[in-house]
């Protein structure tokens, strides 16, 4: 587990025992794209904000955008 680079989204999947795995799911994104915005990497685009926070919010309710993002 150590040593994953990983962004807001990423670290709070960890926190709560969520894979990535179940984001591709629920959201129909790529893996790829799942992948890179859990590193930190890649901000996401409106409508792949829509999907991923969707699918957040069946975890918790009250999840916010910048609780993730910096947008």
């Given amino acids: 587990m150590?040593?994953?680079q990983r962004g807001k989204l990423g670290k709070w999947?960890?926190?709560r025992g969520?894979?990535?795995e179940w984001l591709v799911k629920e959201t129909?994104?790529?893996r790829n794209t799942i992948s890179d915005i859990c590193k930190g990497r890649r901000t996401p685009t409106?409508?792949?904000l829509k999907k991923?926070?969707?699918a957040l919010r069946k975890v918790d309710?009250?999840?916010k955008v910048d609780d993730f993002f910096d947008i």
């Fill in 13 to 15: 999947l960890d926190k």
């Fill in 61 to 63: 309710r009250n999840a």
């Fill in 46 to 48: 409106t409508p792949t």
């Fill in 2 to 4: 150590s040593g994953k």
């Fill in 28 to 30: 129909n994104l790529a």
């Fill in 18 to 20: 969520i894979k990535q």
């Fill in 52 to 54: 991923l926070m969707k």
